[in-house]
């Protein structure tokens, strides 16, 4: 019976100590817990307060209706049809060059010096021609004074007068040969000159000393009217319904990003590009001069329908790290400061905004005041 006792009084023990030792880990499991988090509303950064927010004039943002514009990117290309090669009817090799690539030139003036064997051949040629119209001529002068006295028959007489037609006619060809060669049957020479067929300026140059031309071969130069352009632009698929031929353009240079040009519809190519889905728009302008060839500009379409924006005053609209923001009033002598996407300057000193407000809000009219008065607080 003591055994007994005994045996149960140590598991009772272990009993006892298992259970202290589950509430020991327990107790030191909470202590060890990081503490309770506390969550709290984010801070907006853009929402600041003011002491006396009645100091600052509002005004009311309105519906503003304008015609859809479809802005796009182009490139200035010369006018096919204003672009002239320039040819050499003689092959030979060059001796002179007298003009370069991007030189304005006039038209007749001299671009290249072409030494020619096709002269020897030709001034050859035209000296044959000319001895036998002197021959035929004889004869048929000869003919004509036998006849008259009986000595031949009128179809003899008819067929000298037919040599001599034909002699004059081989004579008048090969000195226009010569002529076209760019020599002179008086003075016949073995350097051609090519001159310029058109003024405008150099757009090409396929050229350099010494090389060599090939009758009615690769142009050596090539010449273009720059007083008008073409504008080239590609135009979205989803967008060409609303560009039509003869429809008018606005034409903003990047190099010029304050001066407007004019240009007409052309032409709408009937092909798409099949990578970016873009169709080519020709516009033809008139280049008052400062319009290279190569030029990015940004080319304007008036749409058919009006679109819907808002206008506020111009004064409202705060420019700061290269965005636009608006203040509009917030409760508790607050103001918040809202991004918005400007459009055009309309009349009576109003600012188009296409996004970030909403018709009927009330806007800051003074926000750099309100931007300093935040700054200094």
């Known amino acids: 019976m003591k055994s007994k006792a005994f045996g149960f009084g140590l598991i009772m023990m272990a009993a006892s100590l298992a259970t202290s030792g589950c509430k020991s880990d327990k107790v030191n499991a909470q202590a060890e817990a990081p503490p309770h988090a506390n969550v709290t509303q984010d801070f907006d950064a853009n929402a600041f307060s003011v002491d006396h927010p009645e100091h600052f004039s509002l005004a009311t943002a309105t519906e503003h209706r304008a015609p859809a514009k479809l802005a796009v990117t182009g490139a200035v290309n010369p006018d096919i049809a204003r672009t002239v090669p320039v040819i050499s009817l003689a092959s030979g090799r060059i001796v002179g060059i007298y003009a370069r690539l991007g030189d304005t030139v006039k038209k007749g003036q001299l671009l290249l010096k072409v030494r020619s064997d096709d002269i020897s051949g030709g001034f050859a040629n035209y000296q044959m021609a000319v001895a036998d119209e002197v021959l035929a001529r004889a004869q048929y002068e000869r003919s004509q004074d036998l006849y008259k006295h009986g000595a031949i028959a009128l179809n003899d007489l008819q067929v000298a007068q037919d040599t001599e037609d034909k002699a004059k006619v081989a004579m008048n060809t090969a000195a226009e040969h010569l002529r076209l060669l760019g020599s002179s049957v008086d003075h016949p020479s ?46 979205y698929e989803n967008d060409l319904p609303s560009v039509h031929t003869g429809d008018t353009a606005e034409i903003t240079l990047n190099a010029y990003p304050g001066r407007v040009l004019k240009g007409t519809v052309s032409n709408i190519l009937p092909m798409l590009d099949p990578n970016l889905r873009t169709g080519k728009v020709r516009i033809e302008v008139p280049n008052p001069g400062m319009m290279r060839l190569g030029m990015f500009v940004t080319a304007t379409f008036q749409g058919q329908k009006d679109d819907v924006f808002l206008s506020v005053p111009a004064s409202a609209i705060l420019h700061l790290h290269d965005r636009d923001w608006v203040y509009v009033p917030a409760p508790d002598k607050r103001f918040r400061r809202v991004a918005v996407v400007g459009g055009d300057a309309l009349p009576g000193g109003l600012q188009e905004i296409k996004s970030g407000l909403q018709a009927g809000q009330q806007v800051v009219t003074n926000p750099l005041a309100l931007q300093n008065e935040i700054d200094n607080k």
């Open 190 to 235: 073995g350097i051609v000159d090519i001159r310029a067929p058109v003024s405008g300026v150099i757009t090409d140059q396929q050229v350099t000393n010494a090389a060599g031309v090939q009758s009615l071969g690769t142009s050596p130069f090539t010449i273009s009217d720059l007083s008008y352009v073409w504008i080239v632009c590609d135009v």
